[in-house]
């Protein structure tokens, strides 16, 4: 009973009343009699009784006694529903369509690079300008959901009809027919504006087939319960249900737009045939093309100066409107990358701003644009420089400083390059201009890029769309040079003839070729390895790039010439001699003396 009671009352000085609830109302087998339990355990409610010893020590009761420990850190968070289509099974081309719509400057494009997971458009904080102009299309990926998504240009339909905003809301309303869903962006932080009641209602004019679901955009600065709720409600005036909060910034929201957009998807993959599964094997495209580098999907860069017709030339190879163009000088400023099929090969073209004349002198999007279409440069395999024939005729110089660098960086880069002359429809009238600006670039061409002979050059008016083929043509020739590849048997039975009609200065001296490889190809680069130290002159490597051209037909592209020395056989063995010549010993026999060396014995 005494050892009860101090248990008791160190329970009770420790705040454990639940401890003693359990003790008080059970039989001691000291006692005959039980006590009344307390007033403080009258109060509480009786815990449900364990089975333990009356002599048990005060730990053990409070073990018993106290609530489970929480796990430090963060409460993990529930996953989420797995959907019931693999959608990395399905045809790219079956996959739902989402476009990205709302008023300038609410979010768009950055929401676009948070759900493709690359930084490709443009981000710019500008109120009073449009940073997008063009329509930009990506596969989304966001949980286990894949989707095309496509970036629209802010909407403004009071825009002055001709105008730079009228024709973007126009080519808005083009690309609604290839959507099947559409996330309307508003900035939750500056409310609902009169703008975005107009845009919902140009959406419901203009896309009533489509179901939209509006997402509060720059959500991560309000709380969850006061201006957010608020924003919430006065968003559900649009009339297009429950809106989403989300920041396209922070990825908040993400969850709760993935279990939104997971049933709609669903929904519509269950409509397709096949629920939309690609029958054929994915990797047969790759295993077909793992031979053969140059059927390989090929990129083509788009570059010039401003206003030279480099988005129109985009249209004509695609034939269709897939870009804004117009006489406005520095229009396009995403560099925007379609894909499209020619002669059963995938072509991903890419339009990039016309940034020579712009860099250093503007800041902004404009600057922005000068960094993104630098990258784009360097991630193609083939360029089309476009040059203005207008302008040709006009000058003395066929192609200026500017046009000038960046045929020299394409071709230090290592890719393809072709000439595109256009606007050829503005001198049919004038046969002698037209025949001077024929004649006349090749030759340029040829004279500032001495080091690449046979640069394809192709005359065209991509407004007319003529000469679209020719320069497809020119440019697949082109990437199928640049992934040729030579066997090294065929390559050496080369050499030695190329080396005997090879007028060296000094024949003692003639560098020694033992044998000439290929080591890869886009562009061909190729490897000759030299005995002793001597290697081939400058003019000697032109000599072998130049018969490389003329031999094999691979002219238009850059070729590499790369040596390697390989120490002569002498050498190596006496260095040998050197390092094992202590172990070494003469061995005496009755017939002659000999070397012999223990370790073989």
């Known amino acids: ?76 968070r529930s996953p989420m529903k797995q959907s019931r289509i693999d959608f990395t099974k399905v045809d790219a081309a079956l996959l739902p369509t989402i476009i990205l719509v709302g008023r300038p400057n609410v979010g ?19 109120p009073g300008d449009h940073v997008t102009r063009d329509i930009r299309e990506g596969v989304a990926k966001l949980g286990d959901l894949r989707f095309r998504v496509l970036d629209s240009a802010g909407l403004e339909t009071a825009a002055t009809s001709g105008s730079i905003l009228a024709r973007t809301v126009d080519m808005t309303g083009n690309v609604l027919v290839r959507s099947q869903f559409a996330i309307f962006l508003i900035d939750v932080r500056d409310g609902l504006q009169p703008l975005d009641l107009e845009v919902g209602q140009w959406l419901r004019k203009h896309a009533s087939g489509i179901h939209t679901i509006v997402a509060m955009n720059k959500s991560e600065s309000l709380d969850e319960h006061g201006v957010l709720t608020s924003a919430a409600g006065e968003a559900h005036r649009l009339g297009f249900g429950d809106p989403v909060a989300i920041s396209a910034e922070t990825g908040l929201g993400m969850a709760e737009l993935y279990e939104t957009l997971r049933p709609l998807f669903e929904e519509y993959m269950f409509q397709l045939p096949n629920n939309g599964l690609n029958q054929d094997d994915p990797t047969s495209e790759a295993e077909a093309s793992e031979g053969d580098e140059s059927k390989l999907p090929l990129q083509l860069a788009i570059v010039g100066r401003p206003n030279v017709g480099k ?26 990358r379609a894909k499209f099929q020619f002669d059963n ?73 072709v000439v595109v002359v256009n606007k050829m429809d503005l001198l049919r009238e004038n046969q002698r201009l037209l025949e001077k600006v024929m004649d006349a670039v090749p030759k340029e061409i040829q004279t500032v890029i001495p080091q690449v002979t046979g640069i394809p050059v192709v005359f065209v008016s991509a407004m007319e769309g003529r000469g679209r083929v020719a320069v497809m043509h020119h440019v697949i020739e082109t990437y199928e040079k640049w992934c040729f590849r030579l066997s090294t048997s065929r390559l050496n039975r080369w050499l030695r003839k190329v080396m005997s009609r090879h007028s060296w200065k000094d024949s003692a001296t003639q560098p020694k070729v033992k044998y000439f490889t290929q080591v890869k190809a886009r562009p061909p680069t190729f490897v000759t390895f030299m005995s002793g130290k001597t290697e081939l002159s400058d003019t000697d490597i032109r000599f072998l790039t130049r018969s490389l051209k003329e031999d094999f037909d691979i002219g238009g592209i850059p070729i590499r010439i790369l040596q390697r020395s390989i120490p002569r056989k002498v050498s190596s063995f006496k260095s040998n001699i050197k390092k094992r010549g202590s172990s070494i010993k003469r061995m005496k026999t009755d017939k002659r003396t000999e070397v012999s060396d223990p370790t073989q014995s």
């Open 345 to 417: 090969r995938t072509v991903y073209l890419v339009d990039t701003a016309g940034w020579m004349e712009r860099a250093g002198k503007e800041k902004g999007p404009s600057s922005l644009s000068v960094v993104q279409s630098r990258k784009n440069l360097m991630r193609a395999h083939i360029v089309a420089l476009v040059l203005d024939a207008e302008k040709i005729a006009k000058s003395k110089n066929s192609v200026d400083h500017q046009e000038v660098m960046i045929a020299r960086q394409a071709i230090e880069e290592g890719r393809g390059l």
């Open 311 to 336: 988005s129109t030339l985009l249209n004509a190879l695609l034939q269709e409107q897939r870009v804004l163009v117009g006489p406005e000088s520095g229009l396009t400023r995403d560099s925007i």
């Open 108 to 126: 768009k494009s950055a929401l676009f690079n948070r759900l493709i997971r690359r930084r490709e458009a443009l981000v710019y904080n500008t």
């Open 1 to 76: 009973m005494g050892a009860a009671a101090v248990l008791l009352c160190a329970a009770l000085r420790r705040s454990r009343p639940a401890a003693a609830a359990l003790l008080l109302p059970r039989t001691l087998p000291s006692a005959p009699v039980p006590l009344p339990p307390p007033p403080l355990a009258r109060a509480l409610p009786l815990l449900p009784r364990l089975p333990f010893s009356a002599g048990c020590s005060y730990s053990t009761v409070a073990e018993i006694s106290e609530p489970p420990a929480k796990p430090k850190g963060k409460p993990k």
